[in-house]
T-cell receptor, first 121, second 110 residues
Framework: EVQLLESGGGLVQPGGSLRLSCAAS????????MTWVRQAPGKGLEWVSS?????????YYTESVKGRFTISRDKSKNTLNLQMNSLRAEDTAVYYC?????????????RGQGTTVTVSS | QSVLTQPPSVSAAPGQKVTISCSGS????????VSWYQQLPRTAPKLLIY???KRPSGIPDRFSGSKSGTSATLGITGLQTGDEADYYC???????????FGGGTKVTVL
């Protein structure tokens, strides 16, 4: 069974940093593109970032996080990461990791419950 | 303003059918696979449809997806109270080089 377990969320001041992690199991992690999406309170889903399968050389970001967020993957630990720097109030959201990628075969499958990031002073 | 356009809400009586549209362009819906997500209140989104019209195992055949040109549609037949949720379409935009979602559609069972 596919399982994705997000962690690392919390309360951080504007300008601060957080590192989110997602532990993957139940599938061959290195074979899949992985994705982070988020949902601000009372708002819709927003795609944040995706990373190519294999070594993860290809990375993609929504415009508002470019230069501040870095997605990475550790195939030895089957873990997806999101390093978030220079956090802003508008980054406050529940962050979900997902197996796969929007627009590609098999779509993007969210399996975890998400981790909450609150950016506030 | 979402790249993909969905109606904010649809409603119908139990047992009836609803359809939710997802309108985009050639750079997204027109040339990439569309997937649909159901988000029940206070839960994570759940994959309902992938590759325009395929259902993951465990998703009942009351849910169906289709795509024509730059528009996609989610259909729900035999509407149940448990179907009350927000529904989102999503795909990749080859011009933006980014994933995109619709703004979401709230389904209400009257």
């Amino acid at each position: 069974e596919v399982q994705l377990l997000e962690s690392g969320g919390g309360l951080v001041q504007p300008g601060g940093s957080l590192r989110l992690s997602c532990a993957a199991s139940g599938f061959i992690f290195s074979n899949y593109v992985m994705t982070w999406v988020r949902q601000a309170p009372g708002k819709g889903l927003e795609w944040v970032s995706s990373i190519d399968d294999g070594s993860g050389h290809g990375t993609y970001y929504t415009e508002s996080v470019k230069g501040r967020f870095t997605i990475s993957r550790d195939k030895s630990k089957n873990t997806l990461n999101l390093q978030m720097n220079s956090l802003r109030a508008e980054d406050t959201a529940v962050y979900y990791c997902a197996k796969g990628c929007l627009g590609r075969n098999y779509g993007m499958d969210v399996r975890g419950q998400g981790t909450t990031v609150t950016v506030s002073s | 303003q979402s790249v993909l356009t969905q109606p904010p809400s649809v409603s119908a009586a139990p047992g009836q059918k609803v359809t939710i549209s997802c309108s985009g362009s050639s750079s997204n819906v027109g040339n990439n696979y569309v997937s649909w997500y159901q988000q029940l209140p206070r839960t994570a989104p759940k994959l309902l449809i992938y590759d325009n019209n395929k259902r993951p195992s465990g998703i009942p055949d009351r849910f169906s997806g289709s795509k024509s040109g730059t528009s996609a549609t989610l259909g729900i037949t035999g509407l149940q109270t448990g179907d009350e949720a927000d529904y989102y379409c999503g795909t990749w935009d080859s011009s933006l080089i980014a994933g995109v979602f619709g703004g979401g559609t709230k389904v209400t069972v009257l």
